[in-house]
């Protein structure tokens, strides 16, 4: 598969199994998310690999997070798996630097593309990666527990895996009613 191939046919794959990356295949990963565009060479973002026993404590800041603003016992099974979509996730936050001339928008869009540098790092190699954000991405306990302080966000939480079932290829949606020239 060509680079711009990979772009073209890029999907979200939610159908994750083991297994995981590992070794020199998990470095090219991260090692992806540090050739992203940097306004300043900042690295505004942190990474934290979870897998294995990390699944099940991340399941636990899921579960309490989800009791802290709902008692619906449906929304608290759903937040009991969520973890365990796949056999890895990789967690993306900002790390906001003040800059007198990289904006914190700049610092968060850096991060964005660290997300998908790794996504895209991922399936260049074999594997899928699904991005997702959601609610328990802005909550405080969630926040507390993985160490992102209050300043700053969680970008994604890219779960990675091997594909469980061949997905489709999508169809992909024409550009040019988002694109104008000026010449």
Known sequence: MTALELLLKRFSNPNLTEPAPSGLVLENILSAAMSVPDH????PFEIKVIRGD?????????VEATKSVTDETFKIEKA??????APMIIVVSTCYQHHPKVPEHEQLITAGCAVQAMQMACVAQGYQGMWRTGDLGANKIVKDILG??????????????????EIPEKRRKDYSHKVTYWE
């Open 80 to 85: 009991a798996k969520k973890a365990f979509r």
């Open 40 to 43: 300043g060479g900042l690295q």
């Open 148 to 165: 992102v302080s209050d300043k700053d966000e969680i970008v994604g939480f890219l779960y990675v895996g091997s594909s469980a079932r």
């Open 54 to 62: 990390g699944l099940q404590k991340l399941t636990e800041a899921f």
